[in-house]
């Protein structure tokens, strides 16, 4: 069954291919999300800052085919220590090679 991985940070919505880290057995961690392009929302990334320069909560989702939810992980006092840009693709928002997120606590709810 093909999934679809979202990601949820400072009001920006995206979608990425790959994750790495996320381990709710230590309460701090590091993940890494790979191939991420964000949604078209002109008013968050405009001006100086990004939502990726904000520290706060970050959700991460995994859905089935028809976007129903299979789980989701919430990191908690999240924020991106590094990220690697890339070119969007047309008519998409910014997109990433990588985003480097750490987080002080993290959560799991299975749906």
């Known amino acids: 069954m093909k999934t679809i991985k979202t990601i949820l940070i400072a009001g920006a919505l995206g979608e ?6 996320l381990n709710t057995d230590t309460k701090r961690g590091t993940i890494l999300l790979k191939n991420v392009v964000f949604k078209p929302q002109l008013e968050l990334w405009a001006g100086y800052g990004t939502p990726l320069d904000k520290k706060g909560t970050v959700l991460i989702e995994e859905k089935d085919e028809s976007g129903l939810s299979i789980m989701t992980w919430k990191l908690l006092n999240a924020y991106a220590t590094q990220f690697s840009t890339n ?25």
Not at 16 to 21: K, R
């Open 16 to 21: 990425f291919n790959e994750i790495s880290g």
């Open 87 to 111: 070119t969007p693709i047309n008519g998409s928002g910014p997109s990433f090679k990588s985003i480097e997120l750490s987080y002080e606590d993290i959560s799991k709810e299975v749906s």
